[in-house]
């Protein structure tokens, strides 16, 4: 099998449910840049040391979130494929939310204080996370625009929830990683 296929040379795509659509359509554009996302992840995970296992374990799960999140957002409501994925209980839930949480706020207990805005740079592992935070945020807006289509996917509104906590935890990422490499973060200063 090959991986070219010739069928997206007129700008038109299939769905992860089979709909043909335009390579512009919200769904596309969500999807594109949630797996973006999970592509800047990589980048996290090449840089995370050895030391640092639980958080590759963590960035890992993640990735595999994202991979569902994008399943979801491939997939219009009602069809076939979107019943599949119920049965099979595809999609993120609150226990994905609630453990984004619980990270944060475990790695915020092993940082100092935030008292103003600090710039996005330091260690690399630092700064590949506050890429993946500022995709993750334009992911995030993808998925919302698909939302105020009108489509009614409960999924979306638990996928914008995650997004948003998603990015709060690479903000957080990316400030252990500058700690854990000995490295101060940059504040900045008007």
Avoid at 88 to 93: F, K, M, Q, S, V
Wanted: with cysteine; charged share 25%.
């Amino acid at each position: 099998m090959t991986i070219y296929t010739g069928r997206g040379d007129t700008g038109e795509t299939d769905l992860f449910s089979g709909e043909r659509v335009a390579k512009t359509h919200p769904r596309v554009e969500a999807c594109g840049a949630v797996d973006e996302l999970n592509a800047v992840l990589g980048g996290v995970l090449m840089h995370l040391g050895d030391e640092q296992e639980a958080l590759t374990e963590e960035v890992a799960r993640i990735q595999t979130e994202l991979l569902q999140l994008g399943a979801r957002l491939g997939t219009e409501p009602g069809t076939p494929m979107a019943e599949r994925l119920d049965a099979r209980g595809t999609g993120i839930e609150e226990k994905h939310v609630d453990a984004l949480q619980a990270a944060i706020d475990r790695i915020e207990e092993m940082l100092p204080p935030l008292t103003g805005f600090i710039v996005p740079r330091g260690d690399p592992t630092a700064v590949w996370a506050h890429v993946a935070r500022t995709v993750c945020r334009r992911a995030e807006r993808r998925v919302v625009a698909v939302a105020a289509e009108g489509t009614r996917d409960p999924e979306l509104a638990r996928g914008i929830e995650y997004l948003n906590r998603l990015s709060d935890y690479l903000f957080v990422l990316a400030r252990a990683c500058n700690r854990l490499a000995g490295v101060a973060g940059v504040a900045w200063e008007r």
